[in-house]
């Protein structure tokens, strides 16, 4: 049984008047979501354009016009960005494609480039598979063995966006299975 | 053996491991004198290239590992190593597994491994962080054997994007997948290496973008769900590059390796890589010189 949910944002390529806070690294990123959508801001996570690329990288969008409070909340909450461009064009959004496998006892969910496998009567967490970036054989060991329920969210631990897609998955078996993701 | 791996074991801080690889009696992992954690990642590529250095009989590669779980600090470490590894190891092939995809440090490697690979001294593989970053710096075409899974070959084939996380067209589930097309697609777009190993229910291998041959049987659905299955593969793949094997035989009898050990297990979502790796030794004895006229018994 294969089942397919693709959420998917369009590929931006114009100006909307949005702009994006830059970071050295996908946690960084990830802590100014955060810290910015506590704060009642919409942002979203995309790809900076390519000439901004250095390999591993995550954005936060939102519009320019906003931007001094922006700044002002992340630095009030030790969230600054690297630096800030006044463009949004090129940027690309996050793969939001989810499929899963069924094995009988266990379920398998597929996000983007990675795998989470669970024991479907216990909700524990028995493998994850995928991706290429260093901290996935540490959340593969972090990881598995741990109920959904009792087991931090990969992007909690993960520092990369191969550590995004396996949270992409973890939320996709809390759904699944009826458990309750970390909201974190 | 001349196989020279570089990549990242989850251990905090940025120490470099590196030295000759071998297995321990209890299956553990040793770089030189000193026992890594085994897990999904470079670790399972290791394991599975040292089964095939014991079966010829040879020395185990050679491992440059940065400690590293993520935030990139044993990757540049482990590069900086990367010349004093080549001499040490006299390696005709060079490996990049689980690095930080940092497309400087890449680019920066290729260029200097450069005139080697142009003289036929040396062949590079890629997998993982590697493949990622090799892609994305546009050096994809300097490499001799790639192997991305289904979800990785749109990433290859897109050269919009810079990480599998971004990729939205081609992916692996959706509609008209089609992965006769993306490998051919990459090639146009030099995002691929000559040869792809691609891993999927049927494994694929392309030279230049064109499908030559696949891997079917035995079908073991679940070696998709145990994490460090598609780095056994490119362990053994690599290292019989290295041991003289032309890499389009490497490939099929690594990914033939992989599905038989599997199907010998009686591989279930629950397993560990290490699992399928005790299986090797008896796969690559029975089966290997009837799979390729390489194999020297």
Not at chain 1, 135 to 157: C, F, H, Q, W
Not at chain 2, 18 to 35: K, Y
Not at chain 2, 148 to 169: I, K, N, R, W
Not at chain 2, 225 to 253: E, N, Q, R, S, Y
Request: overall charge negative.
């Amino acid at each position: 049984m294969a089942l397919f949910r693709h959420r998917r944002a369009p590929r931006q390529t114009g100006d909307d008047g949005l702009g994006l806070f830059l970071f050295d690294d996908v946690s960084a990123a990830l802590k100014a979501e955060r810290v910015l959508g506590s704060a009642g801001y919409e942002v979203s996570l995309v790809a900076p354009p390519p000439h901004l690329r250095a390999g591993c990288d995550l954005a936060v969008a939102l519009p320019r016009v906003e931007r001094p409070g922006a700044e002002r909340r992340l630095r009030e909450s030790g969230a600054e960005s690297k630096e800030w461009a006044d463009t949004f064009a090129g940027t690309c959004a996050l793969a939001d494609l989810v499929t899963t496998v069924d094995f009988g006892s266990w379920l398998m969910v597929r996000a983007g480039n990675m795998k989470m496998t669970v024991e479907k009567s216990t909700g524990r967490i028995v493998n994850t598979s995928g991706g290429g970036c260093p901290d996935i054989p540490y959340l593969n060991l972090e990881l598995v063995g741990n109920t959904l329920a009792g087991s931090m969210r990969p992007r909690e631990l993960g520092y990369t966006l191969c550590g995004l897609m396996l949270d992409r998955a973890y939320r996709e078996c809390c759904d699944l299975l009826g458990q309750e993701a970390d909201p974190s | 053996m001349r196989l020279l791996i570089l990549g990242t074991v989850p251990i905090e801080g940025g120490r470099v491991f590196a030295g000759r690889v071998s297995r321990g009696a209890d299956g553990t992992l040793l770089v030189g004198d000193v026992s890594v954690p085994v897990s999904q990642g470079t670790a399972s590529m290791l394991l599975a290239a040292a089964t095939v250095a014991e079966r010829f009989e040879t020395a185990g590669p050679w491992a440059v590992l940065g400690g590293d779980i993520g935030r990139g600090d044993g990757t540049r470490v482990a590069y900086r190593q990367l010349e004093e590894a080549l001499t040490e190891s006299d390696a005709l092939v060079v490996a990049f597994h689980y690095v930080q995809p940092i497309m400087a440090l890449m680019r920066e490697a290729v260029e200097r491994l450069g005139p080697r690979v142009d003289a036929g001294e040396l062949a590079l593989v890629a997998d993982a962080g590697g493949m990622y970053a090799a892609k994305a710096c546009g050096a994809a075409s300097r490499f001799e054997l790639m192997t991305p899974d289904v979800g990785e070959l749109g990433f290859l084939a897109d050269p919009s994007v810079s990480h599998p996380a971004y990729v939205t067209h081609y992916l692996f589930g959706a509609e008209r997948f089609d992965p006769i097309s993306l490998a051919r697609e990459s090639a146009k777009s030099n995002g691929a290496a000559r040869v792809l190993l691609i891993k999927g229910v049927v494994d694929r291998i392309a030279v230049g973008g064109e499908i030559v041959a696949t891997v079917e049987e035995p079908n073991v659905a679940a070696l998709e769900a145990i994490g460090g299955t598609g780095d056994t593969i490119t362990g053994l793949a690599a290292a019989l590059m290295a041991a003289g094997f032309p890499t389009v035989d490497a490939a099929l009898c690594a990914a033939r390796t992989n599905r038989e050990a599997g199907a010998r297990l009686g591989a279930r979502p629950d397993h560990r890589a290490q699992d399928l790796v005790r299986l090797f030794p008896q796969v690559l004895r029975e089966k290997l010189c009837a799979w390729s006229d390489a194999c020297v018994c």
